[in-house]
């Protein structure tokens, strides 16, 4: 886990997000904690919880950008998932548990990965001894087929072990120079098409086609087909089967289960789509029973996953909302106490808007500079230019649904319509928007409040 300071997190976070320097500062003191917990004594380390945090804010202010960037901040396991998209125990769709078992599979193959990378100039190695056994294959052996007991075995005439390595060596030094990269050879490659089932059961259909999809993988023989690859590939199918071989499995889930239970983060996005109390329209299976489910996750549990107990008493839970019709009150009162720790996000304003277009290290004017620079043009933004645009997307922000930042996609793709279409067959190399042209764009869109709504 990363032990950056609360201050560098935050620092960091500034590259990408204007504003919400509270957020900040809350996320960066729950990831340190994190850290803080490994350091103190054994004994007391089970008994500190994670303080959940619950970011309250309308849409496109920056809830989600601030957990996409800690995801690649810190080296926690992390994983996003709308709490919509749930339903109660017992009905059809995605269980809660499944969040759990997504975030220990990307752990997993996370740090298979990295072991695969670890191990991999070995595997290069043995790679390369295969890649010579199929170009110049040792005294009696045939490539790709087993010798039946009544076939002679082919021997070379004269050739003495001395010269049999010498050769070797030759065509080593050869495939390491890359002349053999474009020689094609045959390769057996295992056959892994599997037919697709899809099974319903309560705990989860993603989990039963996972198991049924292992358990027929060990009863059916293992079939593989024959391809013809240059050498150049070859080396690489093989590096990768290797790697693969060599990596030890049950010590990768060992330390994915720790690494979860110890410092993992899950985003629980669209939180206030899962509170209110209306009863009307039938069986609450997206809602209070939803709830119901995360409070013994985020309260601190076992979930069984495919590859063992995981239990969630130190994740840490993030969660965030518009709250526009609803009040974090209007969750169950259980799961309200889960989440101490609550932090208003403002809105967003003309000053903040220009900071946006301009100063983040992927700020919307530098995509739209890039864009147009691979058609040989340059784009040029007076600023003027860019006040304006940032006050015409709070004016229609406050004129119609405030939808934050994203207004200003809106904006910027019917500002450079034109151009970006007409793009390819423009003479000029250089375009300059001034304030005018801005004006002149967005008057009639601006002014009109019916027909903004439809294409802002």
């Known amino acids: 886990m990363s032990d ?11 590259k990408y997000i204007v504003g919400q320097g509270k957020a900040k500062r809350c996320v960066a ?8 917990r490994r350091q103190v004594d054994k ?17 496109g202010v920056g809830k989600t950008e601030i957990s996409r960037r800690l995801s690649r901040l810190t080296d926690s396991p992390f994983i996003k998932v709308e709490a919509s998209k749930f339903t109660e125990v017992g009905y059809v769709g995605r269980d809660v548990e499944s969040m759990i078992r997504d975030l220990l599979e990307l752990t997993v193959n996370d740090l298979k990965v990295r072991e695969q990378e670890s191990v991999r100039e070995k595997a290069h190695q043995v790679a390369e001894e295969r890649m ?10 045939k490539l790709g087929k087993k010798e039946n007991s009544e076939e002679k075995s082919f021997e070379l005439v004269g050739q003495a072990p001395d010269d049999f390595q010498r050769t070797r060596e030759k065509l080593r030094s050869m495939l390491r120079q890359g002349k053999l990269d474009e020689r094609y050879v045959d390769l057996d490659l295992p056959d ?11 705990m989860g259909m993603e989990e039963m086609g996972i198991n049924f999809k292992d ?14 690859v240059k050498v150049k590939e070859a080396i690489k199918i093989l590096t990768q089967e290797e790697a693969q071989n060599l990596v030890d499995l ?43 489910d995360l409070l013994p996750i985020v309260e601190g549990s076992g979930v069984n996953t495919k590859y063992g107990p995981v239990k969630t008493d130190h994740i840490l839970f993030i969660a965030s909302g518009a709250f526009h019709t ?35 290290r992927n700020a919307l004017l530098l995509q739209y500079i890039a864009l147009l620079r691979t058609e040989k043009i340059e784009v040029v933004f007076e600023d003027e230019a860019v006040m304006e645009i940032a006050s015409i997307a709070e004016e229609v922000n406050n004129m119609t649904e405030n939808i934050g930042a994203r207004r200003l996609h809106t904006l910027m793709e019917y500002l450079l319509e034109d151009f970006l279409f007409d793009a390819p067959d423009m003479d000029a190399k250089k375009v300059v928007i001034d304030k005018d042209y801005v004006e002149n764009r967005l008057k009639d869109v601006k002014d009109d409040e019916d027909l903004s709504r439809f294409i802002l």
């Open 250 to 292: 049950d010590k990768v889930v060992s330390m994915a289960i720790e690494k979860v239970e110890q410092s993992g983060i899950i985003f629980l996005d669209e939180i206030d789509k899962i509170a209110g109390k209306d009863k009307a329209h039938g069986p609450d299976v997206s809602r209070e029973g939803v709830q119901r």
């Open 29 to 36: 003191i729950a990831l340190r904690n994190r850290w803080r």
């Open 43 to 59: 004994d007391l380390q089970d008994e500190i919880a994670p303080k959940n945090i619950i970011l309250i804010g309308p849409t």
């Open 132 to 141: 010579l056994d199929i170009l110049f294959p040792k005294t009696g052996q």
């Open 326 to 360: 609803v009040k974090p009150s209007d969750l169950i009162p259980e799961l309200q106490g889960r989440f101490p720790i609550r932090v208003e996000l403002d809105s967003l304003g003309q000053k903040e808007f220009v900071k946006i277009l301009t100063e983040p």
């Open 4 to 14: 950056l300071k609360p201050s560098e997190i935050v620092q960091e976070l500034d």
């Open 215 to 228: 358990m027929f993988s060990n009863i059916l023989p293992k079939s593989s087909k024959r391809r013809k």
């Open 192 to 202: 892994r098409s599997m037919p697709m089932v899809e099974i319903f059961s309560n």
